[in-house]
């Protein structure tokens, strides 16, 4: 090929790992082959797709041109030449065989396996008649049916051409239905619960925008989807039997903000004043973006251990020196509260379907990076059978690759050249200019459109490392061993095959040249023998997901894993458990905050209403308000968002202790009805505290601030008590207190200050407001039984109130003026007592 500067290279020295050889270097058309030098040692092989990051470095001291690659599956490796010529070659020529511009240029397209394959059925693996027909689709249940709506992909582009929906939905109210959801991804029917009829469906948010959009098909497809457990073996409808739950839940993976922030754009979340018999819940787990630069952390912390390796030097064998990775940065990083995030999520989804026999609905902004992640885990949980070397290979098939992942895009297939850094330094003997030239050509480089980087997101490596903790966790529960899955990792991004190559199922399949013809698929790679064996777990015990166990560990196949029991894949980041996790389980990974549950749009800080910005925040109630309970023992499982699908009156009565660290101490008043709540309402992000006091500002404002308040409230109290004491009389008769050194009985002796009763701190005019009525002379004794006041004012009209520094403290702050202790009088506290009794008389 033209592309091919050079394509032998002799004497190159190799540094990967703590290991330095000397070899030969072969470039093909798609791969890099190092041969090490000696007969015993195997050749490195390199396919170009897996290539990530190639940086030419400047000269070393002792004359060699070093080349540095960074693949995607985590492996580090430099090549030292002793002629520059020859590494400009090399680098210029890997160059041109890595960047692709179209997906038929990648290696699946021209690989042929040698030998063959003994298996062969790898396109046709799944079935989607077979599969939902397993399930109970159209057997063991009616209320779903199969439908071919999409069967051209206009329907929805992005979806595969058959879909099951409710028997009741017909095909002309998906067709409305589908205008109302982003990209036209309607709920579907994913997973029907073996146990019972839970089910999880999936679809993508919907377009509510700021005008608070509604669509009566949508929610007439969503009403018909939780209600299809009513009868089952019918497909008509009918009343809901008895025993049925309410507990159906939709889940939004997104954090509320980012919500929020679709709504501007057109899209949003439901309003749940339109949704009947569900509530919603809010995961918190953060986009594509975030989960990139997470990584990117933990590559670099991985990068910087071997350069730091590197520049120690090596032993007397001649070997690098191995140095351990920063755990610190390893942690900073938030890779395992993503993955735990994600785990927390599946949980929620498993208990609401198994538990709960509910319905749930999942979707995030276009339904398919979290989406599939939850789907594909809750369901890994939930069946067995998805357990299995075929059965997790169907649930790929199903989840990932048929309803649309965008493997193209998050993968980056087609890589960019701006992958390829050379430094200025190594411009050769072309002088000053052309050293300008190189660097102003890497700065344009670097600030040129980077929508297509964009998109990469190391999405469905995220969902392989959550399987991973799940088989660290049950590892008796999984056919496949953790070989499997690392050699999934690898094939995911080095294009050797057709499987994941595309976006969507209709790409698949108009595909020219034909995808089926021209590529292999990774299961028949996987499934063929040996192989096949090799990734088979020997611990494997399928007795123990057997439903009819009655043993106490019995659990009927479901899987319940610790959301926070999360560790690094050591093995596919090349270190060792101790290197990357630490001898012992330090400080478990912080979540996200999960909010939920929404059962109305008033309760949703993710929809925009007048009432809602007019009156107060969002009583949204966080699930960290959870009322506190003794704490469980560590191996129990999380139940943060557990109990989502229990009825308001049964979630006062027995709340779940969370086994997620970042659930907080909890606020009672979370578990009132919203009607109930009034001035207790929270702030829809914010920690709950368990008291709902205002802060005390004067604590931080220093003492002298909290000084001047104190003597200025002493003032006042000491003038408020003088005036007090001059309303003596009636009030010194009505509280059987010798108050002033007046008679105890007799009359007033003047009109201002006869007859008023000692009103409290908030009954008292304030100042520049009308005076009250002064009551009637008279005199009154404690002794004659009177069960009313003849003498109370009938004035019902409450008085202004000006604020005032007297009072009311605007720091929050406790008064210093001390208050006389009487015994509580009825008659003063309701006036309106004796006007009530006389009208009775």
Same mark, same amino acid.
């Given at each position: 090929?033209?592309?091919?500067?050079?394509?032998?290279?002799?004497?190159?020295v190799l540094?990967?790992?703590?290991?330095?050889?000397?070899?030969?270097?072969?470039?093909?058309?798609?791969?890099?082959?190092f041969s090490?030098?000696?007969d015993s040692?195997q050749?490195?092989w390199v396919?170009?797709?897996?290539?990530?990051?190639?940086?030419?470095?400047?000269?070393?001291?002792?004359?060699?041109?070093?080349?540095s690659?960074?693949?995607?599956?985590?492996?580090?490796?430099?090549?030292?030449?002793?002629?520059?010529?020859?590494?400009?070659?090399?680098?210029?020529?890997v160059?041109?065989?890595t960047?692709a511009?179209s997906?038929?240029?990648?290696?699946?397209?021209?690989?042929?396996?040698n030998?063959?394959?003994?298996?062969?059925?790898g396109?046709?693996?799944?079935?989607?008649?077979e599969?939902?027909?397993?399930?109970?689709?159209?057997?063991?249940?009616?209320?779903?049916?199969?439908?071919?709506?999409?069967k051209?992909?206009?329907? +929805?582009?992005t979806?595969?051409?058959?879909?099951?929906?409710?028997?009741?939905?017909?095909?002309?109210?998906?067709?409305?239905?589908?205008?109302?959801?982003?990209?036209?991804?309607i709920p579907?029917?994913?997973?029907?619960?073996?146990?019972?009829?839970?089910? &999880?469906?999936?679809?993508?948010?919907p377009m509510?925008?700021?005008?608070?959009?509604?669509?009566?098909?949508?929610?007439?497809?969503?009403e018909?989807?939780?209600?299809?457990?009513?009868?089952?073996?019918?497909?008509?409808?009918?009343a809901? &039997?008895?025993?049925?739950?309410?507990?159906?839940?939709?889940?939004?993976?997104? %954090?509320?903000?980012?919500?929020?922030?679709?709504?501007?754009?057109?899209?949003?979340?439901?309003?749940?004043?339109?949704?009947k018999?569900?509530r919603?819940?809010?995961?918190?787990?953060?986009?594509?973006?975030?989960?990139?630069?997470?990584?990117?952390?933990?590559?670099?912390?991985?990068?910087?251990a071997?350069?730091?390796a590197?520049?120690v030097?090596?032993?007397?064998d001649?070997?690098?020196?191995?140095l351990?990775?920063d755990?610190?940065?390893?942690?900073?990083?938030?890779?395992?509260?993503h993955i735990s995030?994600?785990?927390?999520?599946?949980?929620?989804?498993?208990?609401?379907?198994?538990?709960?026999?509910?319905?749930?609905?999942?979707h +995030?902004?276009?339904?398919?990076?979290?989406?599939?992640?939850?789907?594909?885990?809750?369901?890994?949980?939930?069946?067995?059978?998805?357990?299995?070397?075929?059965?997790?290979?169907?649930?790929?098939?199903?989840?990932?690759?048929?309803?649309?992942?965008?493997?193209?895009?998050?993968?980056g297939?087609l890589?960019?050249?701006?992958?390829? &850094?050379a430094?200025?330094?190594?411009?050769?003997?072309?002088?000053?200019?052309?050293?300008?030239?190189?660097?102003?050509?890497?700065?344009?480089?670097?600030?040129?459109?980077?929508?297509?980087?964009?998109?990469?997101s190391?999405?469905?490596?995220q969902f392989?490392?959550?399987?991973?903790n799940?088989?660290?966790q049950?590892p008796e529960?999984?056919?496949f061993?953790?070989r499997?899955l690392?050699d999934?990792?690898?094939?995911?991004?080095?294009?050797?095959?057709?499987?994941?190559?595309?976006?969507?199922?209709?790409?698949?399949?108009?595909?020219?040249?034909s995808?089926?013809?021209?590529?292999t698929?990774i299961?028949?790679?996987?499934?063929?023998e040996?192989?096949?064996?090799?990734?088979?777990?020997?611990?494997?015990?399928?007795?123990l997901?057997?439903?009819?166990r009655?043993?106490?560990?019995?659990?009927?196949?479901?899987?319940?894993?610790?959301p926070?029991?999360?560790?690094?894949?050591?093995?596919?980041?090349?270190?060792?458990?101790?290197?990357m996790?630490g001898?012992?389980?330090?400080?478990?990974?912080?979540?996200?905050?999960?909010?939920?549950p929404?059962?109305?749009a008033?309760?949703? %800080?993710?929809?925009?209403?007048?009432?809602?910005?007019?009156?107060?925040p969002?009583?949204?109630?966080?699930?960290?308000?959870?009322?506190?309970?003794?704490p469980t023992?560590?191996?129990?499982?999380?139940?943060?968002?557990?109990?989502?699908?229990?009825?308001?009156?049964?979630?006062?009565?027995s709340?779940?202790?969370?086994?997620?660290?970042?659930?907080?101490?909890?606020?009672?008043?979370?578990?009132?009805?919203?009607?109930?709540?009034?001035?207790?309402r929270?702030?829809?992000?914010? %920690?709950s505290?368990?008291?709902?006091?205002?802060?005390?500002?004067?604590?931080?404002?220093?003492?002298?601030?909290?000084?001047?308040?104190?003597?200025?409230?002493?003032?006042?109290?000491?003038?408020?008590?003088?005036?007090?004491?001059?309303?003596?009389?009636?009030?010194?008769?009505?509280?059987?207190l010798?108050l002033?050194?007046?008679p105890?009985?007799?009359?007033l002796?003047?009109?201002?200050?006869?007859?008023?009763?000692?009103?409290?701190?908030?009954?008292?005019?304030?100042?520049?407001?009308?005076?009250?009525?002064?009551?009637?002379?008279?005199?009154?004794s404690?002794?004659?039984?009177?069960?009313?006041?003849?003498?109370?004012?009938?004035?019902?009209?409450?008085?202004r109130?000006?604020?005032?520094?007297?009072?009311?403290?605007?720091?929050?702050?406790?008064?210093?003026?001390?208050t006389?202790?009487?015994?509580?009088?009825?008659?003063?506290?309701?006036?309106?007592?004796?006007?009530?009794?006389?009208?009775?008389?």
């Amino acid at each position: 090929m033209d592309a091919i500067r050079v394509s032998k290279v002799t004497g190159v020295v190799l540094h990967k790992g703590p290991r330095t050889s000397t070899g030969t270097l072969h470039l093909t058309a798609h791969h890099i082959i190092f041969s090490y030098d000696g007969d015993s040692a195997q050749e490195l092989w390199v396919p170009y797709p897996l290539i990530n990051l190639v940086t030419r470095l400047p000269q070393t001291f002792r004359g060699r041109c070093p080349i540095s690659f960074r693949c995607r599956n985590f492996e580090l490796f430099s090549l030292y030449f002793d002629k520059e010529s020859d590494a400009i070659d090399v680098f210029e020529s890997v160059k041109e065989l890595t960047v692709a511009i179209s997906v038929t240029q990648l290696y699946a397209f021209f690989y042929t396996p040698n030998p063959s394959n003994t298996a062969s059925d790898g396109w046709t693996l799944y079935s989607p008649r077979e599969e939902f027909g397993r399930m109970g689709v159209g057997t063991r249940s009616k209320a779903w049916r199969y439908t071919d709506i999409n069967k051209d992909y206009e329907f +929805c582009p992005t979806y595969p051409a058959r879909l099951v929906v409710p028997t009741r939905i017909s095909d002309t109210t998906l067709q409305y239905a589908v205008k109302y959801r982003s990209k036209g991804r309607i709920p579907a029917l994913t997973y029907l619960h073996w146990a019972n009829y839970g089910s &999880i469906t999936r679809s993508s948010q919907p377009m509510v925008g700021l005008t608070n959009s509604r669509s009566i098909q949508d929610e007439k497809l969503i009403e018909a989807i939780f209600q299809s457990h009513y009868s089952p073996e019918s497909r008509a409808a009918s009343a809901p &039997i008895f025993g049925a739950t309410a507990a159906n839940l939709i889940i939004d993976a997104r %954090p509320t903000a980012n919500a929020m922030a679709n709504t501007a754009k057109g899209a949003g979340t439901e309003n749940m004043d339109y949704y009947k018999d569900c509530r919603k819940a809010y995961l918190g787990i953060d986009n594509i973006h975030a989960m990139r630069d997470s990584l990117t952390k933990v590559v670099e912390a991985l990068r910087d251990a071997e350069a730091l390796a590197a520049s120690v030097g090596e032993d007397s064998d001649g070997n690098t020196v191995v140095l351990p990775v920063d755990r610190q940065a390893l942690r900073k990083s938030g890779w395992l509260r993503h993955i735990s995030a994600i785990l927390e999520g599946s949980l929620v989804i498993v208990r609401n379907v198994h538990i709960k026999a509910s319905h749930v609905l999942i979707h +995030c902004s276009d339904g398919w990076d979290r989406t599939s992640q939850l789907s594909a885990i809750s369901q890994l949980c939930l069946d067995p059978f998805y357990r299995t070397l075929r059965g997790f290979q169907v649930l790929v098939e199903k989840d990932w690759v048929s309803f649309g992942h965008r493997f193209l895009d998050r993968c980056g297939h087609l890589s960019s050249d701006k992958f390829f &850094i050379a430094s200025p330094e190594n411009t050769g003997g072309g002088g000053g200019a052309e050293a300008a030239q190189a660097f102003f050509a890497s700065v344009q480089n670097r600030f040129a459109s980077n929508h297509h980087l964009k998109e990469t997101s190391p999405v469905f490596h995220q969902f392989l490392e959550a399987v991973r903790n799940i088989q660290r966790q049950y590892p008796e529960r999984f056919e496949f061993d953790e070989r499997f899955l690392r050699d999934l990792h690898y094939h995911l991004y080095s294009c050797q095959f057709g499987t994941f190559l595309f976006n969507s199922e209709k790409e698949r399949r108009e595909c020219v040249p034909s995808l089926v013809e021209r590529t292999t698929p990774i299961w028949d790679f996987i499934n063929s023998e040996p192989r096949r064996t090799q990734y088979i777990n020997p611990d494997f015990k399928p007795e123990l997901d057997d439903p009819s166990r009655r043993e106490r560990d019995a659990d009927q196949g479901v899987l319940l894993p610790n959301p926070r029991d999360v560790r690094f894949w050591n093995e596919l980041y090349g270190r060792g458990d101790e290197e990357m996790n630490g001898r012992y389980v330090a400080q478990l990974p912080q979540g996200v905050e999960l909010t939920g549950p929404v059962e109305n749009a008033e309760d949703d %800080p993710a929809v925009p209403h007048l009432k809602v910005l007019r009156d107060s925040p969002s009583p949204i109630t966080p699930l960290a308000t959870l009322p506190p309970v003794p704490p469980t023992p560590p191996l129990a499982t999380a139940k943060s968002m557990v109990e989502l699908g229990t009825p308001p009156s049964a979630r006062a009565e027995s709340l779940p202790q969370s086994k997620s660290q970042f659930l907080s101490s909890p606020s009672s008043s979370s578990l009132r009805p919203s009607h109930e709540q009034g001035r207790q309402r929270t702030l829809p992000l914010s %920690p709950s505290s368990s008291s709902l006091s205002q802060p005390d500002f004067l604590s931080s404002a220093g003492g002298g601030l909290r000084s001047m308040w104190g003597k200025l409230s002493s003032n006042a109290s000491n003038a408020f008590s003088a005036v007090q004491d001059a309303y003596g009389g009636l009030a010194n008769d009505l509280r059987g207190l010798n108050l002033g050194a007046g008679p105890s009985s007799g009359s007033l002796s003047s009109p201002v200050g006869g007859g008023g009763e000692l009103r409290g701190h908030e009954e008292l005019p304030a100042w520049g407001g009308q005076p009250t009525e002064a009551p009637r002379r008279g005199t009154f004794s404690t002794g004659s039984g009177f069960a009313s006041n003849p003498w109370a004012t009938t004035s019902t009209r409450p008085p202004r109130h000006i604020p005032s520094i007297y009072d009311e403290n605007p720091w929050g702050t406790k008064s210093t003026r001390t208050t006389r202790s009487f015994d509580r009088d009825p008659l003063i506290t309701f006036p309106n007592a004796y006007v009530k009794k006389r009208s009775v008389q």
